[in-house]
């Protein structure tokens, strides 16, 4: 995993789709456990399922955990949300502002003002540690970290181990972390790949436990097809998307 991910954000899009062509992408398959306070799905109701597939492309991600496939074209400026069992996707737009991006705001969905986003902004803390050991097939050095905002329940305790020598291009991959939780820039600015993440989150008089372990990185040529939406999925906004069949909010 290259360091220099600021520069994978401002390289011009057509030397991006030509990275793309000429390189295959990489395949990784992951597991997710935990303890059973994290055993539920973000995007549903129901135990989520423990296989993790990610494919890597110079300026894409295809990810696919639980009952959700998320999408990422750089090239494109949008992320695709995938559910397979009601045959719909949506739609999240980018836009660049210098080195960043940043979420283009869908009008379907209730902004929130600048004191509820203060409230919820999370904020990294790194944390000193030099331990180092071998994870598999790799060896990896440990960054421990704190994620910390206003509300008791936005606080993580977390240990990323980064191998060094998986030799990868995973721009497009640590974007799609951080667009997730765009507080992690300062651990993601770090080398290496993170093989093994264990996030803690901290409720009170305890811990509760979450962890993502990579089993194989391959390198491979992507299915046709694996970075668009399923031909005949019905495209809905956001709104639409995160509300389940029954109503409730998935």
């Known amino acids: 995993m290259t360091k220099a991910l600021p520069l994978l ?57 639980g009952k959700v496939a998320k999408i990422l074209r750089l090239d494109q400026k949008r992320l695709y949300r995938i559910d397979p069992e009601r045959k719909i996707y949506a739609i999240e737009e980018f836009r660049t502002e210098g080195p960043l991006w940043e979420r283009v705001p869908d009008p379907n969905w209730p902004p929130l003002d600048a004191e509820a986003q203060e ?9 000193p540690t030099k331990e180092t050991r071998k994870i598999g097939p790799w060896q990896t050095k440990r960054y421990d970290g704190k994620l910390q905002s206003q509300l008791e329940a936005g606080r993580v305790r977390l240990s990323w181990w980064l191998a060094q020598d998986v030799k990868i291009e995973d721009g497009a991959y640590r974007q799609f972390l951080l667009l997730e939780s765009p507080a992690l820039a300062p651990l993601l600015e770090n080398p290496g790949f993170p093989v093994l993440r264990e996030h803690f989150f901290q409720q009170p008089g305890y811990e509760v436990k979450w962890r993502f372990t990579v089993q194989k990185i391959e390198t491979c040529d992507a299915p046709a097809g694996l970075y668009d939406p399923p031909a005949g999925y019905r495209l809905v906004n956001l709104t639409e998307f995160q509300t389940a069949p029954s109503g409730n909010p998935e």
């Open 119 to 127: 409230i919820l902004r999370q904020k990294f803390t790194a944390l």
């Open 9 to 65: 954000l401002v390289l011009p899009l057509n030397l991006i789709a030509g990275m793309a062509a000429a390189a295959p992408d990489t395949c990784v398959t992951a597991k997710i456990d935990g303890d059973d306070f994290v055993g539920l799905s973000i995007e549903g109701a129901g135990p989520v399922d423990p296989k993790v597939e990610i494919w890597i492309g110079a300026d894409r991600v295809f990810n696919r955990q």
